[in-house]
């Protein structure tokens, strides 16, 4: 059975963190059976990330190196018709989604004044005091240097705003009516969307780029269908 280490659900999501949403989306699309375990610790994952996996003794971090290794071992329902061009452009909606609109949308949570008082209390409010009393404070000044270290952190929060809004605006146009982000068929694609687009649409943290994301009814209705599809 193939262990998934991911943080503990939150905000109504199977997760707040896209990535572990993103693979736990992979595998219910891919018919795997997998078992997941909330252990929330960073510091047993190999990259000091979440999520990894263990399967069988093989340990593997990071969503795209998982995906991999799981294509390899068990097959590639998903991708494997894919055209060199659907592959590029897959490529090329994983890096906006992974590396671009990610930290836009971490600094809506981390950095925000509102938005940091929700993931405060849904990430931190279950911890026992001491924790909670430093924890937080611990954790979001971590988050605020990798924010830095990328270089949204150095932007003003009008322009990450203007950064998120754009990013949103290329995936809805490109999304359009289609039912998946590359047409008829899903793809591996889909898992990143679906789960950097629920934690978007439906967390409780406002934000410019939230609203216009809730603006564009065609992704509200990609995510319900995906979620009916993959999470019923
Ligand atoms: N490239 C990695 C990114 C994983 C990642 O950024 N995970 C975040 C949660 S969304 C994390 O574990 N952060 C903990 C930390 O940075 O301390 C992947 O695809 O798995």
């Known amino acids: 059975m193939i262990k998934v280490f991911q943080f503990a659900p939150a905000f109504g999501l199977p ?36 999520p990894y996996i263990d399967d069988g003794g093989t340990v593997v ?15 590639d329902p998903l991708d494997a018709a894919m055209t060199p061009g659907e592959r590029a452009v897959a490529t090329a909606f994983q890096r906006l989604f992974e590396e671009n609109l990610y930290w836009a949308v971490v600094h809506t949570r981390w950095a925000d004044g509102a938005g940091w008082a929700n993931t405060r209390e849904a990430f931190f409010g279950a911890m026992p005091a001491p924790l909670r009393w ?8 971590g988050l605020l ?27 809805a146009d490109f999304l359009a009516d289609k039912p998946f982000m590359l047409g008829e068929r899903p793809s591996s694609l ?3 969307a679906h789960a950097f687009l629920a934690n978007l649409l439906w967390a409780p943290v406002d934000s410019p780029i939230q609203r216009l994301a809730r603006s564009r009814p065609t992704l509200q209705a990609y995510c319900e269908r995906m979620k009916a599809r993959y999470f019923a």
């Open 15 to 50: 997760n707040a963190s896209p990535f572990c949403m993103k693979l736990e989306t992979y595998l219910r699309m891919a018919g795997l059976p997998f078992e997941l375990v909330n252990s929330g610790d960073v510091m047993k994952a190999p990259k000091h990330k979440l």
């Open 61 to 75: 971090a990071d969503t795209t190196f998982i995906i991999e290794y799981l294509k390899g071992r068990y097959g």
């Open 134 to 141: 430093f924890v937080p404070t611990l954790a979001r000044r």
């Open 145 to 171: 240097s990798e924010m830095r270290g990328h270089g949204m952190g150095r932007h003003s929060v009008a322009e990450i705003h203007a950064i998120g809004c754009r990013d949103v605006t290329a995936i």
């Open 190 to 192: 889909d898992a990143t």
